[in-house]
């Protein structure tokens, strides 16, 4: 059974970076694509960035403020939030895809103040 578990996330000021974490079990990390979704207020919940064998994937509104980035040894996931604006206000949740099946984390607050 997959679990997720994310942490890193908080307030901070326009501008400011927070670093979100996201710890994985249950799996082989190492082949399975992760990533990050979020879902603002009165929004739908949108695709950050995803991490695979291939490579990465971005949003546009995030493409050179955000980095997604994983660390095999420590079955962890990683984005860095670099430039935050208050529009990346939003609850940031980790997904895992595997065996076709994607898992969610229980999310992680970012609020971003102007």
């Known amino acids: 059974q997959v679990q997720l578990v994310e942490s890193g996330g908080g307030l901070v000021q326009a501008g400011g970076s927070l670093r979100l974490s996201c710890a994985a079990s249950g799996i082989i990390f190492s082949r399975n694509t992760m990533g990050w979704h979020r879902q603002a207020p009165g929004k739908q919940r949108e695709l950050v960035a995803l991490?695979?064998?291939?490579?990465?994937n971005y949003a546009d509104s995030v493409k050179g403020r955000f980095t997604i980035s994983r660390d095999n040894a420590k079955n962890t996931v990683y984005l860095q939030m670099n430039s935050l604006r208050p529009e990346d206000t939003a609850v940031y949740y980790c997904?895992?895809?595997?065996?076709?099946?994607?898992?969610w984390g229980q999310g992680t607050q970012v609020t971003v103040s102007s």
């Open positions: 997904v895992l895809l595997n065996r076709g099946v994607w898992s």
């Open positions: 991490i695979s064998t291939s490579g990465t």
